[in-house]
């Protein structure tokens, strides 16, 4: 038996992250933490982090749902996680926790990269902002080493993007740098087609959600024969049910989904989706969205279950501040696990 309990926490970003919905500078965060009526040094921690203005469950009451949920997890916890599908957030939080508490490691599964034995390959992240800032992070993560780069657009003028991009072909093939690009559906389904056409130019690996989400139509006939590869992200945010999984695949036949546990139905709905994406034809992999190294982890730890071969978006944990340092380090392009590391006082962090 355990009792539950949650602690928010504010965390500060080294600098400005901008995205789609604006520009974070701080993230709330909540932790569910398992512990032992007998033994307080039994114990685990999940995350739940919803996105402001865009996770399904981003709405005001969220506290009282967790600490609901959590009184409801004392008493049954089986039949907790089948009700949780429409907050994603707070399902992957009471997934995590529970595997956390069952296992007593951050080895939360037992892979090679568990075992420091294998690295995560993943893309460099390259954060909107104006011309000579994205510029700057571009040559940055290329000194680093990484081999596939992903930057975010739609921010600033179009024929500025198409300029970095070109300054990155100018020094470097495909073969040597794997090119993402993620609109967060900044185009409009009449100007979309034109600017893939431009953007394949610059032989990109895919480009994530050109329109805004909702436009299934619009999105099915960009994906039915476009000039490079369509990644599906905010378009898969609140379907949370598996026959309007199937329904969305089977409309829309994009060539990649993306899948961020705190947004897609935690652990088990991202599995749920891969799966069907699998049946279908349609390639995947898995993205971090925000979290601290607590939920880093547990994302990196499951997806290396997976055994991927694509880049994943891991590692925006380092993204903070104030974070609590765990055993996860970037090493050229993949994030790996040292399991000879100390594993750091979670609870006394989280009561900092």
């Known amino acids: 038996m355990f009792k539950t309990e949650v602690i928010h926490k504010q965390l500060h970003f080294k600098q400005p992250a901008g995205t789609s919905r604006g520009v974070y500078t701080t993230r709330n965060v909540w932790y569910i933490v398992l512990t032992d009526t007998e033994n307080p040094h039994h114990y685990g921690i999940g995350e739940c982090a919803p996105l ?53 490691s951050l080895q939360l599964w037992h892979t090679p990269f568990s075992q420091g034995k294998e690295g995560i390959p993943i893309n460099g992240l390259i954060w909107m902002g104006n011309f000579d800032e994205m510029y700057q992070r571009i040559e940055d993560k290329m000194r680093q080493g990484f081999r596939c780069i992903k930057l975010k657009i739609g921010a600033i003028d179009f024929d500025k993007e198409l300029e970095l991009l070109a300054h990155i072909r100018k020094h470097f093939t495909p073969e040597q740098i794997e090119l993402r690009v993620d609109a967060n559906g900044a185009f409009s389904p009449s100007d979309a087609l034109e ?21 299934w139509k619009e999105m099915a006939k960009l994906c039915d024969n476009p000039p490079f590869p369509i990644a599906l992200d905010e378009e898969l945010i ?33 599995k749920e989706w891969i799966d069907l ?76």
Not at 62 to 75: A, M, V
Not at 245 to 269: A, M, N, V
Not at 332 to 350: A, R, S, T, V
């Open 52 to 104: 402001p203005a865009l996770s399904c469950d981003d709405v005001p009451e969220y506290e009282s749902i967790l600490k609901d949920t959590c009184r409801q997890l004392e008493k049954n916890a089986d039949t907790v996680l089948e009700n949780l599908k429409n907050f994603p957030s707070i399902r992957f939080g009471v997934e995590t926790a529970l595997t956390h508490y069952q296992t007593q």
């Open 195 to 215: 600017k893939l056409k431009q953007l394949s130019e610059y032989q990109l690996h895919s480009i994530e959600q050109p329109i805004r989400a909702g436009q």
């Open 238 to 270: 609140g379907i949370n049910h598996l026959s309007q999984k199937i329904e969305l695949l089977d409309t829309i036949r994009p060539q990649y989904i993306i899948l961020k546990p705190s947004l897609h139905g935690g652990i088990s709905g991202s």
């Open 277 to 352: 994406a699998t049946e279908r034809g349609i390639g995947s992999w898995v993205t971090s969205a925000l979290e601290s190294n607590i939920g880093l982890n547990a994302i990196a730890q499951w997806t290396a279950t997976l055994q991927p071969t694509l880049p994943q978006g891991l590692g925006t944990g380092l993204l903070f501040t104030d974070n609590i340092d765990y055993p996860l380090h970037i090493e050229g392009d993949c994030l790996w696990y040292h399991p000879e590391e100390n594993e750091p006082d979670i609870l006394k962090w989280l009561r900092s």
